[in-house]
């Protein structure tokens, strides 16, 4: 495993997000695209979990996000951002849900 100084750390902007709509890709198999909610902005980011997870179940939750990530089209959709997850060695992956009481836009650290 590869040591990182904490300031290289620092230089990623990690914020939660309300997920306020999200869709499967179109002729994608892992592909969904979400509507976020930072508070101060909205933006679209595309994750790869529609396999083991579906729209309905991220619409309306709070998850972490990293937003100072270079934009990356996917399928088309330019995505705006990273969902953060856990993912064991086998690929079975777990959303890591914000309780409730945390604000949207709340930067993590």
Do not use: C
Not at 50 to 76: C, H
Request: hydrophobic share 40%; proline share 5%; no cysteine.
């Amino acid at each position: 495993m590869e040591l990182y100084d904490v300031d290289e750390f620092w230089k990623f902007d990690l914020s939660v997000g309300l997920v306020k709509g999200a869709e499967k890709l179109k002729r994608t198999k892992k592909l969904i695209k979400l509507d976020v909610d930072f508070g101060n902005e909205e933006r679209t980011i595309i994750t790869g979990i529609a396999d083991q997870y579906s729209p309905e179940e991220l619409e309306g939750e709070k998850f972490i996000f990293v937003l100072n990530l270079k934009p990356k089209k996917l399928s088309g959709v330019e995505s705006q951002g990273m969902l953060l997850l856990a993912e064991t060695e086998d690929g079975n992956v777990y959303l890591l849900p914000v309780p409730d009481e945390v604000p949207v836009g709340t930067r993590v650290w």
